[in-house]
Nanobody
């Protein structure tokens, strides 16, 4: 069992910044990819950003240039730095981890609300 603990969500004004953290209970070296999805009310869950075990990164077009995903191997933690936030970024953000042999795990989610 892999536990993912998210933190860093909250309420921010448009144009502001937040940093999300996701700490894994297992070695990050046992994880193929780790990243963030988000789900807004009435919408499907969508990929925001992902970082692979080789540190390659992928982003949704809607967040490119504004969000940055990074990993701290020593802390088994992945971060999502979110800048220039927009009201349309409002959603519950979920951390996920694709473990090499245990499958995919999800965090409980953290709410991000951007006011206009």
């Amino acid at each position: 069992q892999v536990q993912l603990v998210e933190s860093g969500g909250g309420l921010v004004q448009a144009g502001g910044s937040l940093r999300l953290s996701c700490a894994a209970s297992t070695s990050i070296f046992d994880i193929n990819a780790m990243g963030w999805y988000r789900q807004a009310p009435g919408k499907q869950r969508e990929l925001v950003a992902v970082v692979s075990s080789g540190s390659s990164q992928n982003y949704a077009d809607s967040v490119k240039g504004r969000f940055t995903i990074s990993r701290d191997n020593a802390k088994n933690t992945v971060y999502l730095q979110m800048n220039s936030l927009k009201p349309e970024d409002t959603a519950v953000y979920y951390c996920y981890a694709d473990h090499k042999w245990r499958g995919v795990y999800w965090g409980r989610g953290t709410q991000v609300t951007v006011s206009s």
